[in-house]
């Protein structure tokens, strides 16, 4: 009997399939950065392999990604502009900016 997939192993293993083809890598050039072998990658985009939080990482700096993305997927372009606003707002500010919007998504519930 066929051992049933995760469906998360599933998910990550497309977005690093998705992430490798749109950067036009090989296998081979993602197993040379990763340390990884271009079989146990074929094994992750096929969903057959999990990942280890090491893997996730080597993967992550190889794509030129945040291992949030390849656990998550890419936030919606909707949400770029919000990003990038945050990223203006003062280190020292930034707690105060995230308590009003807090403030502001409550009223709206």
Do not use: W
């Amino acid at each position: 009997m066929a051992r049933k997939l995760k469906d998360v192993n599933i998910e990550i293993g497309a977005r690093i399939k998705s992430e490798r083809t749109a950067q036009k890598m090989t296998r081979e050039d993602l197993a040379k950065l990763s340390g990884y072998s271009a079989n146990f990658i074929q094994e992750v985009e096929r969903g057959r392999s999990g990942l280890s939080s090491e893997s996730i990482r080597a993967f992550a700096v190889a794509l030129n990604l945040s291992a949030d993305t390849l656990l998550f997927g890419r936030a919606p372009d909707s949400f770029e502009y919000v990003i990038q606003k945050l990223k203006a707002v003062p280190a020292d500010k930034l707690p105060h900016v995230l308590k009003i919007i807090d403030e502001a998504i409550e009223c709206t519930r």
